[in-house]
């Protein structure tokens, strides 16, 4: 059951995407990334993560998005409809998107199964979570413990973010 | 609940080409830096994978980081467009030329 689930979400953004960066309508656009990104909160949801899976939909899907529909609409797109929406150099850009399908088959076909097979030995020594207790009670055990600096410095991030949108949007009244 | 790691990391790999042919392919401000939101996602499905892999809650926590991180990226950068759009209408990344010599 969570396999052909996995499937299907796989599929579905994969397609999500690809219609995403080529459809001409910027608001269509929006519309394929959010089904790309409630896509992946799926599978977020499959891989166990349920808090990034509800930070997902809550922040990507409902503020950032958000965001972007309310700039395509503010600003004027008048020829995005009838240029050609990708550049003359778009299968350059499409030989460089393709180098990574190399890296897809590598870690699909199995190349790398010794490398994943690895991995556990190396991390079994830093597991510090005690028993019995959530994903979410973990996750917010490491973002105040030993992530705390990191998850006050994303506070001043977000804090300059907000000033520097402000500062850079605001009308210019007074010409020097 | 057995997704195999490898095909997640695969899915992650598609989705980051996507993305990636999306931002050097369009011509479109706004639709450039939604390619970058799909790199983004990319990355994140990587980090959860591992971190269930793993069963360690640090990929997760990362990937939290990677959200914030995005979240600014995007005020910032629609902020820019926004201050473009004013010299000259439209967001078509052939209209920067000023700082080319």
Redesign the interface.
Known sequence: M??VS?YYM?LA??VS??L???RPN?VH??LW?LS??LH?AG??L????E??AA??VI??AG??LI??LF??M???????ET?????R??P???I??????V???L??L?P??AF?DA??AA?ES??T?SPGEG?VA??G???FG??AL?FEI?SL??L???V??????R?RTSQP | MNVPLNEVLGLSVILFGIGMFGFLARRNLILMLISIEVMLNAVNLSLAAFSWHLDDPRGQVMALFVIAVAASEVAIGLGLVIALNRNKPGAAVEDLKGLRW
């Open positions: 969570a396999e996995f796989a953004s994969v995407a690809v995403a960066v080529t910027p656009c929006m990334v790309l990104f992946v599978i977020f499959l891989l166990g993560a808090f990034l930070v997902q922040v990507y503020a950032i965001f972007y700039v395509v503010l600003i004027d797109l008048p020829d995005e240029d050609a929406r990708l550049g150099h778009w350059l850009a499409a460089a998107g393709l180098s990574f399908a890296l897809g088959a870690a699909w199995g790398l199964d994943a991995l556990p991390a830093a597991l979570d994903a973990r996750i055990r490491a973002l030993p992530f990191p994303a991030v977000l300059a973010a907000i520097g949108a402000v500062v850079l949007a009308k």
